[in-house]
């Protein structure tokens, strides 16, 4: 999304125009749900998803069609079973697409967005549609949205009718600090980075602690693992890898006294054995403990670093999911 953004404005900025697809809403097994997008640009180059396959073709030629046009509009494509000879995709839903036309009017909410998806806090595009065309284009923060929780929730809201209400959010507050910068952290912080997390790596190895090592990092800290410098907060995340229990225990004696979203820690059972033992002998309560993700990941047989790390991304997914 952020770099879709970023495209955007640079296509703006240099006088062209684009379209924006955006997924409104979805139903059945569609492949892909509100708040899928994809900029289509004049020479027919795209950037992002709707899906894929005949509807993503279908929705780029619609798109050079609003372009051309200066219409904006709204269009559901059906995926039955049935309409496999018109679109040639069996997926058994039905998919809502606005096609926006966009130009350097639109550049400050735009930039606007970007920001919003650089930061560290909650936010929400809003959108009003009225025949078809935008009346209304804001990135909103939590105090706007304290104003109706209906509709600014932690999923794409469409309230239908005339005109139509778009919400959705587009950023959660929260980072990922990943301690400890190995093997698996090497592999873990790009996936991070790529579903959208942002990464702190911390690490009390300065050869390990380098922006060259993990160049989608935020952050890079070096510092030691028995008093951190980074002070977490209840939206983030701790994924613990360091190279021996000492390590680990050191870091979640100090994690398990904060309120945080997740706490993950990386080991066999006998080293996380061990670590409980020393949470316990240091005041650490058996609900704190409990709530260790401890083997780390889903439990997907992994056993390579980089699928380590997949399983790892994906429990962070789920969480992420099951907070919202």
């Known amino acids: 999304m952020k770099e879709l953004t970023n495209q955007l404005i640079s296509v703006l900025e240099s006088g062209e125009r684009a379209v924006l697809c955006t997924i409104l809403a979805s139903s059945g097994s569609s492949p892909r749900g509100a708040g899928a997008r994809m900029a289509v640009f004049a ?3 795209t950037i992002g998803t709707v899906g894929g396959g005949k509807v993503e073709l279908l929705a780029a030629q619609e798109a050079l069609e609003v372009l051309h046009g200066a219409k904006t509009r709204v269009r559901a494509f059906c995926l ?15 998919v809502t697409i606005y096609f926006q036309l966009l130009t350097a009017q639109e550049l400050p909410k735009l930039r606007k967005m970007y920001d919003a998806l650089c930061a560290d806090a909650n936010s929400w595009l809003y959108l009003k549609i009225a025949d078809g065309a935008v009346e209304e284009f804001e990135i909103l923060d939590d105090e706007a949205a304290k104003r109706d929780p209906g509709l600014f929730t932690t999923h794409a809201v469409l309230k239908k009718g005339e005109p139509l209400i778009y919400v959705e959010p587009l950023m959660r507050a929260g980072r990922v600090y990943v301690f400890g910068g190995g093997h698996v952290g090497q ?14 790596l911390y690490d009390n190895r300065p050869e390990l602690a380098d922006k060259a090592n993990f160049p989608q990092a935020e952050g890079i800290v070096c510092g030691p693992f028995d008093a951190i410098t980074v002070k977490p907060t209840e939206n983030d995340y701790i994924v613990i890898m360091t190279p021996g229990h000492q390590g680990d225990f050191a870091l979640l004696s100090q994690v398990l006294r904060l309120k945080t979203r997740y706490v993950g820690c990386i080991g066999s059972r006998h080293k996380i054995a061990r670590t409980q033992q020393l949470l316990r002998e240091a005041g650490i309560s058996e609900e704190a403990i409990a709530s ?12 390579t670093p980089d699928e380590i790390a997949i399983s790892i991304a994906a429990e962070l997914i789920k969480c992420r999911a099951e907070s919202r």
């Open 187 to 200: 592999a873990l912080v790009p996936v991070l980075a790529k579903i959208g997390f942002r990464v702190t």
């Open 292 to 303: 260790i993700h401890s083997p780390i990941g889903l439990p997907i047989l992994a056993e």
């Open 43 to 45: 020479d027919g180059s």
């Open 80 to 94: 039955a079973p049935e309409q496999v000879a018109s679109i040639g995709m069996i997926c058994g839903g039905n």
